[in-house]
């Protein structure tokens, strides 16, 4: 892969932040799978798929790349903040916002519609996770690509303990949902072969499987703010971290990319 800092700082014409150390390793991941895809087409702009996509933190540097993007969100509010700020970013001919969710997502977008969908920070709050794999990749084309973001089990499990909640840490490891208790805000987290086993289950060749805030949850924020050229550091760190499997387990975020085969 490319170094993440500088791709994330190409596609934002800004100095990496704070924030891209939350997507620059799902990005560098997905541009490159948008751009396989473009050339095994022919095709200059591609029909993306983001569902539960919120105000655009991906749909608009892909939109940006020139391909088509249609946003599937359950929040009017932030089916408005995608639409100023694509207006914004001036690419708002390129993204469309349609309210619903993944699981009547044919109720508002078409069947088999799409080249690549993102399932970012979904999975972690539907019913039935299989039945949100399931549907995503019902809206694929041929060949197309699956991009999962899902919360990981051992992250949450870190920084408990590191918080100093070692019961809380303890209870995380046993819960069925990997929730450390009955105020934890996300109602579900995984594994990587749970994401992975999802994703073969429905129909999916696994393309890649990151491990996304390693370290970035874990460093003082102080320390990346003040001493010169941390962020950048910890952005290669992370990437160079983020496809092996021993570091999968300590990982907030899990990324899987599942290719559809015709």
Partial sequence: ???PSAVFARETSTRPSRASLRTAVVWDVLRDALDRRAAATGKDSLDVLDTGGGSGNFAVPVARLGHRVTVVDPSPNALFALERRTAEAGVADRVTGVQGDIKGL????ERGG???????GVLEYVDDPAEGVANAVAALRPE??????AAGLGGAVLARALAGHFNEARHALGDPDGRWGDHDPVPRRFTAEQL???VADAGLEIGAVHGVRIFADLVPGVLVDTEPGALEALLKLEEAAAELPSFHAVATQLHVLGEKRA
């Fill in 1 to 3: 892969m490319s170094d």
């Fill in 106 to 109: 044919f109720d508002v977008v």
């Fill in 114 to 120: 799409y080249d690549a969908v993102l399932c970012h």
């Fill in 144 to 149: 197309g690509a699956l991009s999962l973001l």
């Fill in 196 to 198: 992975t086993g999802l």
